[in-house]
């Protein structure tokens, strides 16, 4: 008999063990019913400003039978509902949150359901993160306008965040004229970063349609959106009005072929052309740069004398050079440039110094070398036919072909702006002009050229040998380095006739500059053994003896410059060094 249950209770059931047989009765045969809710955790992430979350579904059912459920929501936890909240089991009801108003932070809530038919509720844990928005990078225009030249000022934009700060980079395209800082920087609440676009007309010809370039932002830790942006950069380079400073031969001689002329001046562009004044048609006209031209003054303008004004024409807005440059048709040829034989710069040259003559048809057809053909060691004043005379004194004569005639400044000539340079070949006159001065130092180059390596001699101090200064063969650090120079001025007072002296190469003592020159080699100060005439040649070439500092950055184009009586020489003059 089963405690507590009268005879007429069903039994359940009878479960035989070892023989026996024992009698269950129905409250005990039956297990305890279980309500569960699947998933038993439930998440949620929430960016602020965004839709809500959909809604998540949960399992609630019974371990066996059937029943009715009810769900409430644990006090406190508003932002939290469940629907429906009452029904029938088994039942899927619907988990919801509405952060709205909810700040960045992780909230927990849960949701109890209940039944009758079972002895424990279930529980769904609920858990609701909520985000910060992602900042968006905020630009204050897309797009900027230039015109030049003149440059013109540099424009800003205004980078800021819609939140949290953001790091970007700025890229100009193309960098040539473009640019654009900062280029890394981080945005902010409250701090936008201004960026500055600038652009550089100088290397750019002017043209008709604007050049176009971008500014490209590309933001970390933005929108989508906003992470890479560009900004439109349009310049306009318009037409500049050119000017004109040189052209190049100045002169020709009556009846000469077609001549092409080199031009210089400012604000050039592939569409300037050269013209004459007067003359309705361009000449054919080549561009260079923007402060170099040629052009071809046809033969039809050079078969009678004349002075022809040569003006350079930008297209509009730049119009026409308010200045002309004269090009002369002369009966006669005429001495175009007097430079230094060893920089070629002029118009300035001093007493003593070699220099260059150039005009076309100024000299003999064929070339002749200095002579001295009386043997009185002294250059000859007359070669190959032709004599100079620079301000009506006899100079020394180097060198004449056609178009090119090197010559000695004789050093009786007084300084003085414009002095006279006259060419006697034959019966032909060609007049030029230089100005005189004390002193105009330049370096003899190994090409030639005026400009790059110099014409220079190594003395190795370990060795006793001598060597060509090159690439091959640098100047060591504490080595002499030997140069040539000229345009030095007048110094040896001990020689009484120094006008075409050819310098014997017995003669000793030999004299020597004082004070001595001044050499710089990679900007550090060398000191100079000796600067005086060189043997064998005539004065007025002068050779220096410099030892290559210590400390100096060597290379093979390490500068060298000399300075005598507070003039420097060509700046563009290099030897070749090494430790």
Known sequence: MCKGVTRQAPV????????????????????AVTLSVTPGSVNFTYMQGAILP?????????????????????????????SPDAGTLPA???????????????????????SLAAGAPGTANVSLIVTAPVPALKLSGNSLSFTGPPAPPSQTLLLSTTGGSIQFSAAATPATWLSVIPTNAVVLPGAPVTLTVSVDPTLLPPQAAAYTGKITITATGSTTATKTQNITISFAVNYAQPTITSVWP??????????????????????????????????????????????????SQLASAATLDILTNNPNPGGASAATVPFIVSAVPTVDAAVSAASYVGPSVATGELITLFGAGIGPAIPAFLTDADVNGYVDMTLGGVDVTVDGIAAPMIYVSQNQITVQVPYEVSAGAGKAIVVTNGAIISNGAADIVATVPGIFTLDASGGGQAAALNFSVATSQYSLNSAAKPAKIGDIVILYLTGEGAYAGTILTPTGYIVPIALSPLPQMSPLPTVTIAGASATVNYAGPLPGAILGVLQINAVVPAGITTSAATQVVVTIGGIATQANVTISTKP
């Not at 063990?17 to 297990?31: I, N």
């Not at 260079?288 to 071809?296: M, Q, R």
């Open 12 to 31: 359940r059931k009878i479960i035989a063990l070892g023989g026996l047989s024992l009698l269950m009765c129905g409250a005990a045969a039956q297990a």
């Open 54 to 82: 959909a809604a998540k579904t949960v399992s609630v059912k019974l371990s066996s039978g059937t029943g009715t459920y009810t769900a409430t929501v644990m006090a406190g936890t508003p932002w939290l509902t469940v």
């Open 250 to 299: 100045s002169t020709s001689q009556i009846g000469a072929a077609a001549t092409t002329v080199t031009i210089r001046g400012t604000n050039f562009a592939p569409a300037t052309t050269a013209k004459i004044r007067g003359v309705p048609a361009a000449l054919v006209t080549t561009y260079y740069s923007p402060t170099t031209l040629s052009a071809v003054i046809p033969a």
């Open 92 to 114: 899927t009801p619907n988990v919801r949150v509405n952060p709205t108003g909810l700040t960045v932070g992780t909230y927990t809530g849960q949701v109890i359901f209940t």
